[in-house]
Structure formats: C-alpha cells, structure tokens
C-alpha cells in the first residue's frame, strides 16, 4: 500500500526529481490536458475530481510516512491544480504555455487565499492551495485567451 501510494502522491515518481517537482509535476498536467480536453468537459471535471479524491488521500499518507504534511516530493496536487489552470481553455500550444506559466507564477506567489488554503489539515490542505492557484491561473487565462486575444497569437 506504501508503494501505491507514493506513487500517486508523487505522480509516478516525478515529485522524486532532483530539482523543481513542482514544476515536473506541473508539466504532467499539462501533459494530461490535451487528451482528456479532447475527452469533453465531463471527462477533464472528472479527471480533476478523481486527480483531488485519490490525491487527497495520497498526499495526506505521503505527508505522514515523511513527516512534512506538504513533502515537497508530494506534486499530484500541481499535477491537479495544472488541469484546473487550462480546463476550458482553448486546446492550442500557445495556451498550454501560458497556463503552465500562469500556474506556475501563482502557485510559487501564493496570493491570498492560496496560502490559506495551504492551512488546511492533511491531505485536502496538501491539495487546496494548488487548486485555488490553478482557478487564479484559469480566470487569468480566460481573460487572456477569450476577451484580449480571442484569436491567438497567429
């Protein structure tokens, strides 16, 4: 069971990197995007549901076997904070790109409430910090892609 589940809590191993996880776990969710998109939204909210239920439950044990509620080995929540950051979001590099970026910024900014969020205890707060960081992105990334450049980069 302890394989299992530092397997899920660090995204097959990623979390293990020996420099920035977070960002390689930011890039599986990237990664994710573009097949279960392609899938409809159902299957990307389901995918983000099933990613926060099983991560939450992952992180909270992983964060127990190291001793440090929020291991920096511990990235399925960036894995599912990535998917909130690009879901609804048109499917095109230029997108990915800067939902990865825009992830990235306000997931290492933590402006208020992600830092809050972070405070929760156990597994959930291991995982709420990223998924409020990814709304921020997501918000940032509408406004981007479909009110000031709704046709692209091209």
Do not use: C
Not at 73 to 79: L, M, P, S, T, Y
Not at 80 to 109: H, K, N, T
Not at 137 to 142: E, F, K, M, R, S
């Amino acid at each position: 069971m302890r394989i299992l589940v530092l397997a899920i809590a660090t995204a097959g191993g990623l979390g293990l990197a020996p420099f920035a996880p977070g960002t390689f776990g930011s890039a599986l969710g990237v990664l994710l995007w573009p097949p279960l998109a392609g899938l409809g939204a159902g299957a990307l909210l389901a995918a983000i549901a099933a990613l926060v239920l099983v991560g939450s439950w992952a992180a909270g044990r992983a964060g127990r076997h190291w001793q440090r509620a929020d291991d920096g080995r511990i990235v399925i929540d960036e894995v599912a904070g990535q998917l909130v950051a690009l879901a609804f979001l048109p499917l095109r590099l230029d997108v990915a790109i800067s939902g990865f970026l825009l992830f990235r910024l306000f997931d290492i900014w933590k402006p208020p409430p992600v830092g809050r969020a972070e405070a929760l205890p156990g597994g959930p707060g291991v995982m709420a910090d990223d998924l409020v960081a990814g709304l921020y992105a997501n918000v940032a990334g509408q406004l981007l892609w479909r009110v000031a450049l709704p046709g692209g980069l091209g």
